[in-house]
Nanobody, 120 residues
Framework: QVQLVESGGGLVQPGGSLRLSCVAS????????MGWYRQAPGNQRELVAT???????NYADSVKGRLTISRDNGKNTVYLQMNSLKPEDTAVYYC??????????????WGQGTQVTVSS
């Protein structure tokens, strides 16, 4: 089992910044992928950004240049620096831990989510 605890959400004005954090604990394997997804009311959950334990990153086109994902492997923590926020970034943001094992097994865990609201 892997537990994920997010923090850092809140209310911010358009153009503002927030930094989300997610701390992982439990049965963590050193080679994994962590990431952030978001879900707005009435929408499906969507990818924001992911980062591998080796530092390879992947971003949704809608956030490129504004949001930056990073991680501290020693602290089992992943961050999402959010700049130039827009009202359409408003959503619940979820942290994800994923690892594919040889064969069919995968570890796929989610945090409880943190609300980000961008509004004037």
């Amino acid at each position: 089992q892997v537990q994920l605890v997010e923090s850092g959400g809140g209310l911010v004005q358009p153009g503002g910044s927030l930094r989300l954090s997610c701390v992982a604990s439990g049965s963590i394997f050193s080679i994994n992928r962590m990431g952030w997804y978001r879900q707005a009311p009435g929408n499906q959950r969507e990818l924001v950004a992911t980062i591998s334990s080796g530092g390879f990153t992947n971003y949704a086109d809608s956030v490129k240049g504004r949001l930056t994902i990073s991680r501290d492997n020693g602290k089992n923590t992943v961050y999402l620096q959010m700049n130039s926020l827009k009202p359409e970034d408003t959503a619940v943001y979820y942290c994800n831990y994923y690892r594919a094992w040889p064969g069919a097994r995968t570890d796929d865990y989610w945090g409880q989510g943190t609300q980000v609201t961008v509004s004037s």
